[in-house]
């Protein structure tokens, strides 16, 4: 069954495109807000600590039931113990959910990339120029659906001409636009007191709170519990050795992030003060525009940073639609376009009231929330962290940690296998127990 799956073609095309889904608006936009905030070089030090131990466990574990079964999520969990294919159903739920308004903020992006190419760096940095793009009723929708059609325009490819060509291309620029603007930023006159109050530990800030924050943003950022990685594990082929993969994926996924809170930290420390970090979530849309406009070359610099947001949300769009397709071929036996179209009617029809819901749909709450904070609040706060104690239990228990050591090592031999077992079976499970309960306190 899994001979006729289209395979990813060489080893650095597999890892590009798991870092490529790895690497995204968490990384560029969250991350260096939650650090900022949580104490610093403390911060980045316990979330790679997490990463490097728990995260990579648990990918690991999701490669290898891809792998091992050649399917995707729904499939794969059935086929390994039909008792638990409700696991694989969560799984499969949660990309649905994501994509849609996961590519309404692709839209968002587009359009500011395309004011800056425009020559309006001033523009972007009005006051109201945001909020009133947002709640405007066509013009994101349309940028909406240009992001969606992108993407699916690059998955009707397949993995090896789709996928992993574009991925080759989107991850080498992203990085090279990051170190660029990052080297620039940090010359700037002023910028190193950014940069210390970014890296420098700061322990009075780091709270219980700030442990949860990033053991949070670590499995988002790593694209866990959402068999986005089952998925792209199930196109591996048998000779890559799982273990050094993934963490080459975990330290690109980390370098990223480290290097957005230095472009994007001493920026707005420079030209807007300490103050202006606090802003969270409006950070990319609000406060860096205001830093471009303030700056030499901010049309440049601005449309750089955009195109380079553009590239790290497309690769994990792929991604997300890609885990979305495999499973409409693999439980409803599609061909591929016939789930490319299905998967595009749903994410369309789900993204119109994630984009209306900031204007012309804004009284429609859901919980209080507008649909957009609704859908992204129940999938990463809710059904990923479900899914992750499931599969963390599925793994340690069910199949147990040696079906995954099996699976490693049949192209080397798995030298962290001890603390693999240990992680997935107590400390993984143990970890996303308590951020799912933290919530409700
Ligand atoms: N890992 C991605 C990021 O850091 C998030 C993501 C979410 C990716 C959903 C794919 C799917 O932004």
Redesign the pocket.
């Known amino acids: 069954m899994c001979n006729d799956r289209n395979l990813f073609s060489s080893r650095i095309g597999f890892i590009l495109a798991a870092a490529g889904?790895?690497?995204?608006?968490?990384?560029i936009w969250r991350f260096p807000y939650l650090a900022a905030k949580n104490g610093g070089g403390m911060f980045l030090l316990i979330y790679i600590l997490f990463a490097l131990t728990v995260g990579i466990s648990v990918m690991i574990a999701e490669i290898s039931v891809g792998r091992k079964t050649g399917l995707s999520v729904c499939s794969a969990y059935r086929k390994l113990n039909s008792k638990f294919a409700f696991i694989g159903i969560a799984g499969a739920i949660v990309?649905v959910i994501?994509l849609p308004y996961?590519s309404v903020i692709g839209g968002w992006i587009l359009k500011y990339m395309v004011v800056y190419f425009t020559g309006g760096n001033q523009v972007a940095a009005a006051d109201n120029f945001f909020t009133s793009f947002i709640s405007n009723t066509t013009s994101p929708l349309i940028w909406f659906l240009v992001f969606i059609l992108s993407t699916a325009g690059i998955i009707v490819f397949g993995v090896k001409k789709g996928i992993e060509r574009a991925s080759k291309f989107l991850m080498p620029g992203l990085f090279l636009l990051t170190v660029a603007i990052a080297i620039y930023t940090i010359s700037l006159p002023g910028a190193m007191e950014g940069v210390i109050y970014y890296i420098k530990p700061n322990p009075e800030l780091l709270t219980f709170n700030s442990v949860l924050n990033a053991m949070g943003q670590m499995f988002?950022?790593?694209?866990l519990a959402?068999g986005?990685m089952i998925t792209y594990g199930s196109y591996l082929d048998k000779k890559t050795n799982i273990e050094s993969a993934v963490t080459k994926i975990a330290i690109i996924d980390s370098l990223v992030a480290f290097l957005a809170g230095l472009m994007i930290i001493p920026l707005v420390f420079v030209f807007l003060g300490e103050e202006a970090l606090g802003t969270g979530p409006g950070l990319m849309f609000v406060t860096l525009p205001k830093a471009f406009a303030s700056m030499a070359f901010g049309n440049i610099i601005g449309g750089a940073f955009f195109i380079l947001v553009l590239f790290?949300a497309l690769t994990?769009a792929i991604?997300?639609m890609e885990a979305i397709v495999a499973s409409f071929q693999d439980e409803f036996r599609l061909s591929r376009s016939k789930a490319i179209a299905l998967t595009l009617i749903i994410s369309i029809l789900l993204g119109i009231p994630s984009s209306l819901g900031n204007g012309a749909w804004s009284d429609c709450l859901i919980f209080g929330m507008d649909f957009l904070t609704f859908f992204d609040h129940i999938s990463n706060n809710i059904i990923m962290p479900l899914v992750a104690i499931l599969t963390c239990i599925f793994v340690g228990f069910v199949i147990k940690p040696e079906a995954i050591i099996e699976e490693v090592e049949l192209s080397c031999k798995f030298r962290k296998k001890k603390l693999f077992s240990f992680m997935i079976r107590y400390i993984a499970p143990l970890c996303i127990t308590i951020i799912l309960f933290s919530q409700f306190l």
């Open positions: 889904s790895a690497v995204g608006l968490g990384n990309p994501i996961y988002y950022s790593l694209s959402m986005i790290a994990s991604s997300l």
